[in-house]
């Protein structure tokens, strides 16, 4: 399943996305969960349902995309954990012992139909492309051959950065946590959606130009190690994110020097079976105020 939140007129809902539009869960199954990560949770007799309508989905439940704002997937999750350095190639050192570990607020969620809003207080914003992973059941402690058992699904983040604001301390925390640095969506896609975990294409595309590439394959840590590792720490809880890292941006694109986001630039992160999120990016006065 690919399960999305979306608004229509004054109504949000939880929905899936089916071909024609996004399956109304409501409609379809007026007992399903009314959040992306309660019907990730869902058991029994109310999974099989929501299985079936999306599998054969009615289309008088059927939302057409165009009449609907898709929003963040999980909009105020409880952390959001990130992964830095994780790609092989993003820097010139050996691979770390440990993963280099930071978060994100909650605040910093944007939807998927969201702008980017450059903050008055940076002028080096820049974006990285990342798998996302969505906890689906607590994990605590748990040994890394069960941590996928643990994950309810996937999506696609955009971790927005001020590079200056990063060097501002040893801490980079407040680089990464203005408003609308952290796009997510547009779908959480369930694992069983995922062929190969280990061989997923991370791409980002700025104004239509391929700035970065990567496979999954390159991660330092996996994600079953990175859930794992985290757990031994914090209690993973239903709807946490994290994002696993991303890969370094093309040679051709590096040698050019940096180049930060600007009014006006369109950025797309894609992982491969999971999504396409595409943000763009907007002066402060522009920025109104996100929907997640």
């Known amino acids: 399943m690919r399960l999305v939140r979306f608004a229509t007129g004054a109504r949000t809902g939880v929905g899936a996305l089916v071909p024609g539009g996004v399956l109304d869960l409501a409609a ?11 019907v990730l949770g869902a058991a029994g007799p109310v999974r099989d349902a929501v299985a079936r309508a999306v599998g054969a989905p009615d289309p008088a439940h059927v939302l057409p995309l165009d009449a609907v704002r898709l929003l963040a997937p999980v909009p ?24 280099d570990v930071f978060t994100k607020p909650a605040s910093a969620v944007a939807g998927p139909q969201d702008p980017v809003v450059l903050p008055p ?5 820049d974006y990285e492309a990342e798998l996302a992973v ?19 699904g996937y999506t696609v983040l955009d971790d927005v950065s001020a590079r200056d604001w990063q ?22 896609v369930t694992p069983d959606e995922i062929p190969d975990l280990a061989d997923l ?6 104004n239509g130009e391929v700035t970065l590439r990567g496979s999954t394959r390159d991660m330092v840590f996996p994600v079953a190690r990175i859930v794992s590792y985290l757990s031994q720490v914090v209690v993973l809880e ?14 051709h694109v590096l040698d050019r020097g940096p180049r930060w986001l600007r009014p006006g630039d369109v950025v797309e992160v894609t992982v491969s079976h999971v999504g396409t999120l595409r943000s763009v990016v907007v002066a402060p006065e522009q920025g ?5």
């Open 28 to 38: 379809a199954v007026p007992a399903a969960p009314d959040s992306v990560v309660g």
């Open 76 to 99: 105020r999750p409880g952390a959001i954990w990130c992964v830095g350095y994780n790609y092989r190639g993003h820097t010139a050192q050996d691979d770390p012992a440990h993963p």
């Open 121 to 125: 207080a940076s002028a080096e914003v």
């Open 134 to 152: 969505v906890i689906g059941r607590r994990a605590h402690r748990v040994p890394e051959a069960e941590a996928l058992d643990h994950v309810g």
């Open 167 to 188: 060097r501002h301390g040893s801490q980079w925390a407040l680089g990464k946590a203005f408003r609308t640095f952290a796009p997510l969506g547009p779908a959480v």
């Open 201 to 206: 294409t991370v791409e980002a595309r700025v």
């Open 238 to 251: 239903p709807g946490d994110v994290i994002a696993t890292g991303t890969p370094q941006k093309l040679a």
């Open 288 to 292: 109104g105020t996100p929907c997640p």
